[in-house]
Nanobody
Framework: QLQASGGGFVQPGGSLKLSCEAS??????VGWFRRAPGTEREFVAA????????SYADSVKDRFTISGNNARNTVDLQMDSLKPEDAAIYYC???????????????????WGQGTQVTVSS
């Protein structure tokens, strides 16, 4: 139901755009999370379809932009000024209306897509 795409290799300072395509259901919130080797999964950004609002982790604020595309039914994550510490597997997750809890906690998202690898290296 969730399909993530757009990962790849980029040099520091470069850009990548990830897309999360949802099918089969209508979701209220879509979030992006990431996990680097040896670390815990961490929140990156979230988009609320109802209010069209975006939220970001402090580590990516002002560099990443999350947005919803109604025509393609995707939530996109534009990543600019990438740093080596942004390298990770990125996952999109979603929840429907009625699922409660903070948007930045992975446990509050019941639906997950497969990960997409982002590598940032010179």
């Amino acid at each position: 139901q969730l399909q993530a795409s757009g990962g790849g290799f980029v040099q520091p300072g470069g850009s990548l755009k990830l897309s999360c395509e949802a099918s089969g259901r209508t979701f209220n919130d879509v979030g992006w999370f990431r996990r680097a080797p040896g670390t815990e999964r961490e929140f990156v950004a979230a988009f609320n379809w109802v209010a069209s609002t975006a939220s970001y982790a402090d580590s990516v604020k002002d560099r990443f932009t999350i947005s919803g595309n109604n025509a393609r039914n995707t939530v996109d994550l534009q990543m600019d000024s990438l740093k080596p510490e942004d390298a990770a597997i990125y996952y999109c997750a979603a929840r429907r209306y009625g699922h409660s809890g903070s948007y930045y906690e992975a446990q509050n998202y019941p639906y997950w897509g497969q990960g997409t690898q982002v590598t940032v290296s010179s």
